[in-house]
């Protein structure tokens, strides 16, 4: 059974850094074709692709973001991070971490952790 | 910001058929890259309903179909039930000069009258 799950702070104020914690089960990230990705979704607003890092190690950007996105993997503890600078009251929203394989899209899912930025 | 357009919302009554329509460019569904689809109920982790333009994963109803043409794909939706209210995305994968990535569609909620 393969399980995602996000974790996290729930309120960071302007200009912090956030850090995100994606914990999964079920799978190997060092297996060929495997990639875990995080997602975001303002409210009220559509899903947006931030990063995803490969069974591999290479590492993929949104363009949009890459300058304030890094995002790592420790394979032993089944484990992804993401970081994003300078963050913003525009970057609240739900943050998904999700499960590539073999192709490009995301069959597995978490249920998502709340960020807020506010000072 | 979403580079694939979508319907902001379709609805149906229990039974009908509805189509939810993603529409893309040269850079992404044009491009030849495969389109899939998620359904997303709110508090929920986004389902995975179709991927590669068509093929379902286990335990998805045949009810729910997908195809793609050109620059664009359709979701369908038959004999539509209560529990297929929802939020629905197509995500593809776009290539530009200015970097490359997967892409979601703008969103569809989907109401069952």
């Known amino acids: 059974q393969i399980t995602l799950k996000e974790s996290g702070p729930t309120l960071v104020k302007p200009t912090q850094t956030l850090t995100l914690t994606c914990t999964f089960s079920g799978f190997s990230l060092s297996t060929s074709g495997v990639g875990v990705g995080w997602i975001r979704q303002p409210p009220g607003k559509a899903l947006e692709w931030l990063a995803l890092i490969y069974w591999d190690d290479h590492q993929h950007y949104s363009p949009s973001l890459k300058t304030r996105l890094t995002i790592t993997k420790d394979t032993s503890k089944n484990q992804v991070v993401l970081t994003m600078t300078n963050m913003d009251p525009v970057d609240t929203g739900t943050y998904y971490c999700a499960r590539r394989a073999y192709s490009d899209y995301f069959g597995y899912w978490g249920q998502g952790t709340l960020v807020t930025v506010s000072s | 910001q979403s580079v694939l357009t979508q319907p902001s919302s379709v609805s149906g009554a229990p039974g009908q058929r509805v189509t939810i329509s993603c529409t893309g460019s040269?850079?992404?569904?044009?491009?030849?890259?495969?389109v899939h689809w998620y359904q997303h109920l709110p508090g929920t982790a986004p389902k995975l309903l179709i991927y590669g333009n068509s093929n379902r994963p286990s335990g998805v109803p045949d009810r729910f179909s997908g195809s793609k043409s050109g620059t664009s794909a359709s979701l369908a939706i038959t004999g539509l039930q209560a529990e297929d209210e929802a939020d629905y995305y197509c995500?593809?994968?776009?290539?530009?000069?200015?970097?490359?990535?997967?892409?979601f569609g703008t969103g569809t909620k989907v109401t069952v009258l």
């Open positions: 995500q593809s994968y776009d290539s530009t000069l200015s970097g490359s990535g997967y892409v």
């Open positions: 040269s850079s992404n569904i044009g491009a030849g890259y495969d």
